[in-house]
T-cell receptor, first 114, second 114 residues
Framework: GDSVTQMEGPVTLSEEAFLTINCTYTATGYPSLFWYVQYPGEGLQLLLKATKADDKGSNKGFEATYRKETTSFHLEKGSVQVSDSAVYFCALKSPGSSASKIIFGSGTRLSIRP | NAGVTQTPKFQVLKTGQSMTLQCAQDMNHEYMSWYRQDPGMGLRLIHY???????DQGEVPNGYNVSRSTTEDFPLRLLSAAPSQTSVYFC?????????????FGEGSRLTVL
């Protein structure tokens, strides 16, 4: 079945460091891909998305490119801030499935040191 | 803007007790889902609904019941709680036909079963 694999955390970086969180997926066809973020004590919220191959999603300085050839959707940010400390989830929605059935990775906890 | 509201936020149960986690959304979304979040396992889909009167099972449905009598409400029932159901539960909603498939999450309900 469809699945998402993301790098295990926790990831600890200093402020202004470069961030990469790896995400690969297994799915038939062309799924939609997402990154969700969960700040402490809150529910998840959509960070960015891409719906077709070679699309780049971006938001709040974060970027991710849909790579069909490597089945990847890695999250990057050039200069992280303390406020970026959160848990990040990679997710996919299979083509033809409802939005009720989004599949999530295990999450990567990111901590940023001042 | 209320969005997705979950109650209670915290609950402690004894093994064998029953309870209902409430979820309500005010965005007129057709789709609603329940996920559980466990360390190292990300979010796993319990049950979902594509509209009033229609529900279906997700990845981990055993031990849980749902119903969807109105568009707004999607309660999750634990009939006989077990320690394995200790988790954080998230309700989510989304709009049918949304090209993005974006989910809107509640703040979560932390359940401990002793």
């Amino acid at each position: 079945g469809d699945s998402v694999t993301q790098m295990e955390g926790p990831v600890t970086l200093s402020e202004e460091a470069f961030l990469t969180i790896n995400c690969t997926y297994t799915a038939t066809g062309y799924p939609s891909l997402f990154w969700y973020v969960q700040y402490p004590g809150e529910g998840l919220q959509l960070l960015l998305k891409a719906t077709k191959a070679d699309d780049k999603g971006s938001n709040k300085g974060f970027e991710a490119t849909y790579r069909k050839e490597t089945t990847s959707f890695h999250l990057e940010k050039g200069s992280v801030q303390v406020s970026d400390s959160a848990v990040y989830f990679c997710a996919l929605k299979s083509p033809g499935s409802s939005a009720s059935k989004i599949i999530f990775g295990s999450g990567t906890r990111l901590s940023i040191r001042p | 803007n209320a969005g997705v509201t979950q109650t209670p936020k915290f609950q402690v149960l004894k093994t064998g007790q029953s309870m209902t986690l409430q979820c309500a959304q005010d965005m007129n979304h057709e789709y609603m889902s329940w996920y559980r979040q466990d360390p190292g396992m990300g979010l796993r889909l319990i049950h979902y609904s594509v509209g009033a009167g229609i529900t279906d099972q997700g990845e981990v449905p055993n031990g849980y019941n749902v119903s969807r009598s109105t568009t707004e409400d999607f309660p999750l029932r634990l009939l006989s709680a077990a320690p394995s159901q200790t988790s954080v539960y998230f309700c989510a909603s989304s709009r049918a036909g949304s090209s993005t498939g974006e989910l809107f999450f509640g703040e979560g309900s932390r359940l401990t079963v002793l």
